[in-house]
Every structure is written in structure tokens, then in C-alpha cells.
């Protein structure tokens, strides 16, 4: 399947990034005025890859959660190229779910079906925490 985003540079350190649907999103460099740094956006794409796999287990778990969210932290290597060398997900859950359920819904989208999630982990060491509220 082939892939297509643009990136155009706006002003300063500002870019355009422009996915194959159609939707864009302001890159920066220093200056985050406007737009998160790339290396923020890869940590927002790991979140949305494995919060949109979970809505899709827990759906047909039919698990009645009313709430998800998943909060990334990152360490990077201090040398260029400064790769994500840790990674970790603190995932929040609310609703009258079945906890083992949850637990191997989050389990089967990082060991297989969250692509982000698959190609971080050939640099990265990944770790994550459940809570439910």
C-alpha cells in the first residue's frame, strides 16, 4: 500500500504536513508556537494508532468504556539521530469494563495490529500502565 504526505515549508521553521486524505497539520521547529515538533508528532501517532485499534477490540468485546486516553512520555538518545530509546503508555480506561478484557485488547494491538506501535519497537523500549477510572 502506497503512501503519500507533503510537507511545505510555510515560513521560518514552520511547515504544512498534508496526509493522503486531505488533512493537515503545522510542524515546527524551536519554536512551537503554532505546531508540535515532528518527534511530538511520532508520540501523537503512536497514540492514535493503538487508542483507534483498542476502540475497535473493545467494541467488538462489547465492552461499555466511556472514556480512553493514553498518555505518551519518550526518552531520546542524546547523540543524532536522536531515535525514541524508551517509550512508555499510561492508558486510562473508564466504564464498566472487564479488565482482562481491556488489558488483552491493549495487548493484542501492541504485539500486532498497531503499525506505529511495531516499528517503534525496533529502537525503542516499550512499556505501558493501565488505570481505571
Known sequence: MKTIATVRHIAEAKFDATTA????????????ETGGSPMEMV?????????????????????????????LS???????PRVYTRIHAHYR???????????RAIELTESKYCSVHTMLEK???????????
Do not use: W, Y
Open 21 to 32: 486524505s486531505g488533512h493537515t497539520v503545522r510542524l515546527e521547529g524551536e519554536a512551537q
Open 43 to 71: 508520540l501523537a501517532a503512536l497514540g492514535g494508532c493503538s487508542t483507534v485499534t483498542i476502540v475497535e477490540f473493545l467494541d467488538k468485546m462489547r465492552q461499555p468504556f466511556t472514556s480512553l486516553e493514553v498518555e
Open 74 to 80: 519518550g526518552e531520546r538518545a542524546d547523540e543524532p
Open 93 to 103: 480506561v473508564g466504564g464498566d469494563v472487564n479488565h482482562d478484557r481491556v488489558r
Open 123 to 133: 529502537t525503542a523500549e516499550m512499556s505501558h500502565t493501565i488505570e481505571f477510572v
